[in-house]
Nanobody
């Protein structure tokens, strides 16, 4: 099970930090992805960090504003979101899993990849509004 936290209401230009923690298994061998879904819109891949933390990738809509990182000691993955915009409003989900191949569990591939996801979180709401 994955549990997200840190969502909430923030004004445009503000910041939030989302956390993703695992219960019952270790995140260490997984690439960890963040997705989001706004009402009436398709799910969008936001970011991915590889199991080694050497690779981080972002969607074009958040590049330069969002940063994902991994604290291996605390076994938590973060999504730091700065300069938030109203269009960032969505439910944010973390997901564990890399490429849908036997050896690709720790690799990101493309940011929108979801076929290799093994575990999904339940989501946390982020609302950006004045």
């Amino acid at each position: 099970q994955l549990v997200e936290s840190g969502g909430g209401l923030v004004r445009p230009g503000g910041s939030l930090r989302l956390s993703c923690a695992a219960a019952g298994f270790s995140l260490d061998s997984y690439a960890i992805r963040w997705f989001r879904q706004a009402p009436g819109k398709e799910r969008e891949g936001v970011s991915c960090i590889s199991s080694s933390s050497r690779t981080t990738i972002y969607s074009g809509s958040v590049e330069g504003r969002f940063t994902t990182s991994r604290d291996t000691a605390k076994k938590v993955v973060y999504l730091q979101m700065d300069n938030l915009k109203p269009e960032d409003t969505a439910v944010y989900y973390c997901a564990a899993g890399g490429l849908p191949t036997g050896s690709g569990n720790g690799l990101c591939g493309r940011v929108e990849n979801y076929r290799g996801v093994k575990v999904w979180g339940t989501g946390t709401q982020v609302t950006v509004s004045a």
